[in-house]
Nanobody, 123 residues
């Protein structure tokens, strides 16, 4: 098993930046593909970005491509989400996820989730 703890959320003005972190504990971090999902009030949870186990392959939702960057440090058991040019529509609870083998866009295939961190972007 792996335990995930997100941090770094908060309130930011539109156009600003935030960096989220997700610290993992448990089994070997490099065994897991990692992802970030988000859920806004009244909406379904949606895929934001994912990264392969070694960090060589990344995936992005079209809504965040060019603005968000995912990265990981396997020595520190941490995955990061750098969010730039934030928009009010990015407001949501952001969740870190993990699964063995590969990244996927479907939330139900991820067995491990963090508790979430709130990101609020004001206009």
């Amino acid at each position: 098993q792996v335990q995930l703890v997100e941090s770094g959320g908060g309130l930011v003005q539109g156009g600003g930046s935030l960096r989220l972190s997700c610290a993992a504990s448990g089994r070997t971090f490099s065994s897991y593909a990692m992802g970030w999902f988000r859920q806004a009030p009244g909406k379904e949870r949606e895929f934001v970005t994912g990264i392969s186990r070694r960090g060589s392959i990344t995936y992005y939702a079209s809504s965040v491509k060019g603005r968000f960057t995912i990265s990981r440090d396997n020595a520190k058991n941490t995955v990061y989400l750098q969010m730039n040019s934030l928009k009010p529509e990015d407001t949501a609870v952001y969740y870190c996820t993990a699964r063995e083998v590969s990244t996927d866009y479907v939330p139900s295939v991820y067995p491990y989730w963090g508790q979430g961190t709130q990101v609020t972007v004001s206009s």
